[in-house]
């Protein structure tokens, strides 16, 4: 294991207790290295999940694009650093025992749904009782986008997290739980990666798939 897993798995411990309302720990000393952090629900049964669907683009959360009307709407991170990066987390799945489902038409018949976002500009904080960015910004992910009836977003686990500028994050939406207009669709596994900026994108793209194998990597649980 190299320094930075060892730093990263270090710092774990500290950030749960950042949940437990402590203070978040500086992590300026560590801004030339990367931090993963992972969180899941403890009642879900990972070994029961058989099917995955992951979409092929990685949302841009940020400024967002503008429409001709002056409305926002999502962007998306579609080129083949995106496609690197999706394609550590099929590997790491796959590897895993679960099997992907490849068509878009098909996602809803997934066991779990796989939602990738980076954090291309801007901080964005998230409170446990409070709802989820997209409360705000109805251009991001919608539990929409997974079913017709969701009425928003669900953490079983304690979460109040600061994404900043160059975070990489990972959700794992259950697809499985009973959909109606007042239930909200459960997030039962994710990872926020932040410090993948650099000067060199080569380097971006490769921590960040190194990252993305050191949050399976801590995330035992996830495995068929």
Not at 15 to 44: H, M, N
Not at 47 to 57: H, L, V
Not at 65 to 89: C, E, F, P, S, T
Request: charged share 20%.
């Amino acid at each position: 294991m190299n320094t930075r897993h060892l730093l990263s798995i270090a710092l774990l411990g500290a950030v749960i207790g950042f949940g437990s309302c402590q203070k978040e720990p500086s992590t300026s000393s560590l801004r030339d290295e990367y931090l993963v952090y992972t969180a899941y629900d403890q009642k879900a049964d990972f070994q029961a999940i058989s099917t995955y669907y992951i979409p092929d683009s990685i949302l841009l959360i940020g400024p967002g694009a503008v429409d001709d009307a002056g409305n926002k709407v999502a962007k998306y991170w579609k080129d083949q650093d995106a496609l690197a990066l999706i394609g550590a987390v099929v590997a790491e799945l796959d590897a895993r025992g679960y099997t992907r489902i490849a068509d878009p038409e098909e996602r809803q018949t997934a066991d779990v749904g796989l939602q990738l976002s980076y954090v291309e500009e801007t901080t964005y904080f998230v409170g446990y009782n409070d709802p989820y960015w997209w409360g705000y910004y109805p251009y991001y992910w919608d539990p929409g986008y997974w079913g017709s009836w969701w009425g928003g977003w669900y953490y079983p686990f304690r979460t109040y997290y600061g994404y900043t500028t160059g975070s990489l994050l990972q959700e794992m939406v259950d697809l499985t739980a009973e959909e109606s207009s007042d239930r909200k669709l459960p997030v039962i596994w994710n990872s926020y990666i932040s410090g993948l900026l650099h000067g060199n994108n080569a380097i971006n793209i490769d921590e960040a798939v190194e990252a993305i194998d050191q949050a399976f990597e801590q995330s035992p649980y996830l495995k068929k």
